[in-house]
C-alpha cells in the first residue's frame, strides 16, 4: 500500500504536558521557576517524535479535543507527523512536570483526561479506524500506550488493534495495571513487543520481583508466552531483555540527567526504528537503550546526532542471564 505507514502510535488520553523546571523541588515550600515549556504529549507522541527523528514514517492516532488542538497540529508538522488523530468535543488535558536539576527527578502531576459516554465513545472508536485502517499496510508496527480516557476501556482498545491486526499491523503494547492485564488477556496472537517497568511487570505477575534474574524469569516467561520481544526498563540500572528464547541483562550508559522524561517513549521508538531497519531484536533494543540515554541528557524533547547515539550504543553490552 503506498500510503501506509511504517509506523502508527496510538495515544487515546493525549495531554498537553507543561514542564516547569525548578533548582530543587521541597514539597510545601514556594518556588521559583528556572523556565518552563508546552509540549504535545501522551507516550505514543512521544514514540512518533523521536521516530519522525529517526526517519521513520510515522503517524499519530488517537482522540484530540477539538477544543485547542493546535499544539498538537503544530507539532506534527514541525515534527513531520502525519496527524491521524480523531477529533472529540472538550479540551485536551494538561499534565504538570516538575523537574528537579539538583536530583535531576520530576514529579508528575496528572489529570483524566476527557471523558467518553458510550455514544461518544462508539463513534470515536470508528472515527480513529476510518482514519486509521487506510494507513496500514502488512508489517505496519501499531503502538498502544499510555492512559486510557474516562470511559474507554482496555477491551475498547484491544478492538481497535484487533482490527488493524487484521489488515497486517505488528502491535506493541506500553501501557500499564489492569489495562495491561486485560489487553494480554484479549489480545490473540499475543503483542509482539512489550516494554513495562518493573513495578510494572511486578504487578502483572502478581509478585515483588527483587533481584535482575527474577525479573528476567518473569520476562522469559512473557516471551514464551507468545509475546517475541519483552523489554523490562530498570531506570537507571539498565533493562532486562528477552527474546527468540533468551534473555539478557543491560547495564545503562552512566551520563548526566536533566530529566527522565520522554526516556521511555525513546526506548521504544529506537527500538522499532531499528527492527524497522532490520535489526535483530537485542540490538534493535540496545540502539533504544541508547535513544534514551540520549534523550534524559537534555530538557528539550530532541535528540543528539546519529553518531552520538551509535556511540552510546556501542557502551552498552548485554550480559546472558
Known amino acids: ?40 504529549g501522551g507516550k505514543g507522541i512521544g514514540v512518533a517524535a523521536v521516530l519522525a527523528a529517526l526517519g521513520v514514517r510515522v503517524a499519530a492516532g488517537g482522540w484530540l479535543g477539538a477544543e485547542n488542538p493546535q499544539r498538537f497540529e503544530r507539532s506534527f ?27 535531576g527527578e520530576t514529579t508528575d502531576i496528572n489529570l483524566s483526561g476527557i471523558a467518553f459516554d458510550p455514544v461518544l465513545q462508539a463513534g470515536a472508536e470508528q472515527g480513529l479506524l476510518d482514519k486509521l485502517v487506510p494507513l496500514v499496510g502488512p508489517g505496519t508496527w501499531v503502538t498502544l500506550a499510555g492512559s486510557l480516557p474516562p470511559g474507554v476501556t482496555p ?118 526504528g531499528a527492527l524497522i531497519a532490520g535489526r535483530a531484536p537485542l540490538d534493535a533494543a540496545v540502539f533504544g537503550m541508547a535513544c534514551a540515554a540520549a534523550r534524559i541528557q537534555r530538557i528539550a524533547p530532541s535528540l543528539p546526532p546519529l553518531a552520538e547515539i551509535d556511540a552510546l550504543a556501542a557502551q552498552i553490552v548485554p550480559q546472558s542471564i
Do not use: C, Y
Open 155 to 272: 477491551s475498547d482498545m484491544a478492538r481497535v488493534a484487533t482490527v488493524l491486526r487484521g489488515h497486517g499491523a505488528r502491535l506493541m503494547v506500553d501501557t500499564s495495571g489492569a489495562a495491561l492485564r486485560t489487553l494480554l488477556d484479549a489480545l490473540q496472537p499475543a503483542p509482539d513487543f512489550i516494554k513495562p517497568n518493573r513495578a510494572e511487570l511486578e504487578e502483572l505477575v502478581g509478585k515483588p520481583l527483587p533481584t535482575v534474574a527474577a525479573v528476567a524469569d518473569a520476562a522469559a516467561d512473557l516471551q514464551q508466552g507468545g509475546i517475541a520481544l519483552v523489554i523490562v526498563s530498570l531506570g537507571g540500572e539498565g533493562a532486562v531483555i528477552a527474546s527468540g528464547g533468551a534473555r539478557w541483562f543491560a547495564a545503562t550508559p552512566k551520563v548526566p540527567v536533566a530529566t527522565t522524561v520522554g526516556a521511555g517513549d525513546a526506548l521504544v521508538a529506537g527500538t522499532l
Open 1 to 40: 500500500m503506498a500510503d501506509a505507514m511504517q509506523v502508527i502510535t496510538l495515544t487515546p488520553n493525549p495531554a498537553i504536558d507543561h514542564t516547569v523546571t525548578l533548582e530543587r523541588l521541597d514539597p510545601g515550600a514556594v518556588h521559583r521557576a528556572r523556565a518552563e515549556q508546552f509540549e504535545a
Open 77 to 103: 508538522a514541525q515534527a513531520g507527523i502525519l496527524d491521524a488523530m480523531w477529533r472529540v468535543p472538550g479540551r485536551t488535558r494538561t499534565n504538570i512536570k516538575l523537574a528537579d536539576t539538583t536530583h
